[in-house]
């Protein structure tokens, strides 16, 4: 009989705590950039000296695998595979996010995976959602790589709850906490990997993996 996995769910012989420090700095090195004197403009509109591109990192197997473990983890601690069902986001940023988590479900909570057009495409079955077959019945947690606002988030639960499914929570691998997320209902709870200061500050030593 398969049994829940720890607190601290290992991937690769690596506990989580290890795993996670690793991502940070991977981000840290190769998928952050700072410009002072020109911000960025994000896609919220803001403008930051910070900008981040996790898809640099998360092109990579082992970055993948790390998110996926602690998203399995967070979701674990949400419910067992009768509160929660599958797991999602906007295109495109959350489909590999969304597929990694699926993936690394495990046996005894396996996790269906979607995603959400960001417009209804002209051909086809001109689908905004993708996935989710008999969402009605089922219970989500929406995932993003990196959160600002929280627009997107909310318009993947719009969509998400007009088809008749609930949304539990959101899961992000960095919250950049520059607003107050007005876009996400305070009825779905945000968590995240990693702030947006903890990714800038100081890098700690952590080994190779």
Not at 84 to 98: S, Y
Not at 108 to 133: C, T
Request: net charge neutral; charged share 20%; aromatic share 6%.
């Amino acid at each position: 009989m398969n049994q829940p996995p720890p607190p601290d769910w290992p991937a690769n012989g690596w506990p989580l705590d290890q795993m996670t420090r690793w991502l940070k700095a991977q981000i840290r090195n190769h998928g952050l950039e700072i410009n002072h004197e020109t911000p960025f403009t994000l896609a919220s509109g803001q403008t930051s000296p910070y900008y981040l591109d996790l898809r640099r990192v998360l092109s990579a197997r082992r970055a993948l695998r790390v998110v996926g473990a602690w998203m399995n983890t967070r979701i674990h601690r949400m419910g067992g595979p009768d509160e929660i069902h599958d797991v999602g986001g906007m295109e495109t940023g959350a489909i590999g996010i969304a597929a990694a988590v699926s993936a690394m479900s495990p046996s005894f909570h396996s996790l269906g995976w979607f995603y959400v057009r960001k417009a209804v495409k002209e051909h086809g079955a001109r689908n905004r959602l993708e996935g989710l077959r008999g969402a009605e019945r089922k219970s989500v947690v929406l995932v993003e790589d990196v959160v600002t606002t929280g627009e997107s988030l909310a318009q993947a639960a719009e969509v998400v709850m007009g088809a008749g499914a609930e949304v539990v929570a959101a899961l992000a691998i960095v919250d950049r906490c520059q607003s107050l997320r007005r876009g996400l209902s305070a009825e779905i709870p945000l968590f995240a990997m990693y702030t947006l200061g903890q990714i800038i500050a100081e890098p700690e030593e952590v080994p190779e993996w």
